[in-house]
């Protein structure tokens, strides 16, 4: 019997079975695989280990029942496997490829309209303003479960009496409280709490040039991840960390302005190229900004751009087959979508080591 058959009989199998599975596990909980090694319960499709031994051309029955005792819950119908030698068992610790930056639909990118489960690490953080109000106004990137990266901006340079209030997960149309499409829905945003709110210490709101514009927030709970809430990689490997951009093509997504200058009610994203420092830098030298080699530029198209209220969401690459935070949207130029005018981006890979310092 081959590699393929004896998969296709354990997921039919696995799926007949769900509902018996009363020790079945979550997406991304610790596990320990049949030869007693420690792992995540993934899905199957995300465990090298295991596709290895499907795509053998003939299983032997050991590997048969490796498989098939390797299997530790469902997840949307797919099969989720306990892999070995993904570990991350800290709660705080940062996910690593396979764990992160995983959009469980492969659709391809393009057009300005997200997918209901495009980006799934984007977060929303909402603000309490005096009349009693909230709001929206700024976004962020989940980095684990307890996590999220946005920027310093939207922490110490917001109106003031404002108050940072909340962060939501898992949103896709601000006007729907029941998102749904292509008869998938998904569950309900998660509105979380803030235990605690760390912002660069060499942030300085005086600073026009807005370095060090990076914060994380804390939520006061633990999340538990589904299609619409995943986090995204972060370069913390030496060969992504160490990796060019400039020329590349990247993404952000939010819900900021459009070119209508109303706030968009859906999840939007836009294509960006990257932008050398070298070309960018002399476009804000003019009004005595300097960039330096902590921040990324991208976009400088007209009308193809990050705005207001996409400040701290993310600007994203994939590479590959995962999507990694390259930069945090930090500022712009003053008419969105100016062309020759690229935005100005936290650079993510220069801060990794500030971000696991403060994590805990």
């Known amino acids: 019997m081959t590699g393929k058959r004896v998969m296709g009989v354990?997921?039919?199998?696995?799926?007949?079975?769900?509902?018996?599975?009363?020790?079945?596990?979550?997406?991304?909980?610790?596990?320990v695989n049949p030869y007693g090694e420690a792992g995540k319960c993934v899905l199957f499709r995300e465990c090298q280990p295991l596709i290895e031994i499907y795509q053998k051309d003939v299983n032997t029955p050991d590997d048969t029942q490796f498989l098939t005792a390797s299997?530790?819950?469902?997840?949307?119908?797919?099969?989720?496997?306990?892999?070995?030698?993904?570990?991350?068992?800290?709660?705080?610790?940062?996910?690593?490829?396979?764990?992160?930056?995983?959009q469980l639909s492969d659709r391809i990118v393009g057009g300005q309209p997200t997918k209901i489960d495009e980006f799934p690490w984007t977060a929303l953080i909402e603000y309490q303003k005096p009349d009693g109000r909230f709001?929206?106004?700024?976004?962020?990137s989940i980095i684990n479960e307890r996590y999220?990266?946005?920027?310093?901006?939207c922490i110490n340079s917001i109106p003031r009496n404002w108050k940072v209030h909340r962060v939501r997960l898992g949103e896709w149309d601000l006007g729907s409280s029941s998102d749904c499409e292509d008869d998938f829905c998904s569950v309900a945003p998660i509105d979380l709490d803030i235990e605690k709110i760390i912002v660069h210490t060499g942030y300085d709101t005086r600073d026009k040039s807005h370095h060090n514009d990076i914060a994380l927030i804390r939520f006061n709970r633990e999340i538990h991840y589904s299609a619409t809430v995943r986090p995204i990689c972060l370069p913390l490997a030496d060969t992504i960390r160490n990796r060019a951009h400039a020329g590349l093509t990247s993404y952000a997504a939010g819900w900021g302005k459009?070119?209508?200058?109303?706030?968009?009610?859906?999840?939007?994203?836009?294509?960006?190229?990257?932008?050398?420092?070298?070309?960018?830098?002399?476009?804000?030298?003019?009004?005595?900004?300097?960039?330096?080699?902590?921040?990324?530029?991208?976009?400088?198209?007209?009308?193809?751009?990050?705005?207001?209220?996409?400040?701290?969401?993310?600007?994203?690459?994939?590479i590959a087959g995962a999507w990694?935070?390259?930069?945090?949207?930090?500022?712009?130029?003053?008419?969105?979508?100016?062309?020759?005018?690229?935005?100005?981006?936290?650079?993510?890979?220069?801060?990794?080591?500030?971000?696991?310092?403060?994590?805990?």
């Open 71 to 102: 299997r530790c819950g469902v997840f949307e119908r797919k099969t989720l496997v306990c892999c070995p030698g993904v570990k991350n068992s800290e709660k705080t610790s940062l996910p690593e490829p396979l764990n992160c930056g995983v």
């Open 135 to 140: 709001g929206f106004h700024c976004g962020g």
């Open 10 to 31: 354990l997921i039919v199998g696995l799926l007949a079975l769900a509902g018996q599975m009363v020790t079945a596990l979550e997406l991304g909980q610790d596990c």
């Open 148 to 153: 999220i990266v946005t920027a310093a901006h």
């Open 258 to 318: 459009t070119e209508t200058a109303t706030a968009s009610q859906k999840k939007l994203k836009v294509e960006l190229k990257v932008t050398d420092l070298k070309d960018c830098a002399p476009v804000y030298q003019r009004n005595s900004i300097i960039i330096d080699s902590t921040q990324m530029c991208a976009g400088g198209v007209r009308l193809k751009d990050t705005c207001s209220g996409d400040s701290g969401g993310p600007l994203m690459r994939q």
């Open 324 to 360: 990694y935070l390259i930069g945090v949207v930090s500022f712009g130029p003053q008419k969105c979508g100016t062309a020759g005018v690229p935005g100005v981006y936290t650079n993510v890979a220069e801060y990794v080591d500030w971000i696991r310092d403060n994590i805990y």
